[in-house]
């Protein structure tokens, strides 16, 4: 394997330029319209940025205002929506493109750690673009209104902040370390982010619900289990991100989803592997791509980041969307899935 920085940079400019040529012949935007710019890539960072490869690349235009995000985990893409909404709020008539990608040619782990050798089975390399506008004539043609984003982040912990890390092993080799904390981490994280999240779009019965069952366990110390609110009352559709099996099993738990709900996630973990703040949009894809998109449905996507962050977007959809008239990467094969993933066990360790 070359695991140089050029051929790091030639898998950048692959999975990015793929991504925003397609993404630019589905919308038929020009590149001198565009006038913000927000890329994200934990792993890989270099000098120029890779918000600056794409400048040169389509030359943008000398007054974009250009982000380039590294290092904040597989949540990465919820952070690069955030910060390019509250551009947007500042820049009225504007575009924002956004690109969210992971780059893994020099972190491929060549070292004899066990638990670093994990993340050469679970990550891969992928990439997705997304157009913003706040163009009042877009509203028409645009898939989705964004409405809300909830972010969370546990980093004060030291447990938290240490359960994901890229490090050296006791031979120098660079890897990602991943803690056994990490489904405790992930959960309590959920927790948080879910408690601002719900007042915002749970119906009422389920916020008195909730609050009457808190109320009873704080004051009354009354020995009862915590209420989880039902989310499928404001979502039809949940993205969570493909961080492995583990985290999947734990959602799907803690939320009370069905095999329906989760299986846009699950098929995206077995067919691309975990691609990092990419793979919520591979999962919406998914959904698109089974025709399951109405006007007025609601989606929820969460990310899990390293850090330890938790991340939450909702989108309400403007319009019906025909599979028939998409292209992403699941149009060829798409009768295919899912599929049954069996499940795997220790004989041995």
Known sequence: MNRSLMEARMEAEMVMFGAIDDLLAKTGVKTQDIGILVVNCSLFSPMPSLSAMVVNHYKLRSSILSYNLSGMGCSAGVISIDLANNILQVHPNSYALVVSLEVMTLNFYVGNNRPMLVSNCLFRCGGAAILLSNRPCDRLRSKYQLVHTVRTHKGADDKCYGCVSLEEDDSMRLGIALSKDLMVVAGEALKANITTLGPLVLPMSEQILFFAV????????????????????????????????????????????????????????????????????????????????????????????????????????????????????????????????????????
């Not at 961080?243 to 095999?259: A, F, Q, S, Y």
């Not at 691309?272 to 791509?289: D, I, P």
């Open 214 to 349: 808190l109320v009873a366990r704080k004051i009354f110390k009354i020995k009862i289990k915590p209420y989880i609110p039902d989310f499928k009352f404001a979502f039809e559709h949940f993205c969570i991100h493909a961080g492995g099996r583990g985290v999947l099993d734990e959602v799907e738990k803690n939320l009370n989803l069905t095999p329906w709900h989760m299986e846009p996630s699950r098929m995206t973990l077995y067919r691309f592997g975990n691609t990092s703040s990419s793979s919520l949009w591979y999962e919406l894809a998914y959904t698109e791509a089974k025709g399951r998109i109405k006007k007025g449905d609601r989606t929820w996507q969460i990310g899990f980041g390293s850090g330890f962050k938790c991340n939450s977007v909702v989108w309400r959809a403007l319009r019906t969307i025909n599979p028939a008239k998409e292209k992403n990467p699941w149009m060829d094969e798409i009768d295919e899935f899912p599929v049954r993933v069996p499940k795997a066990f220790v004989i041995d360790s």
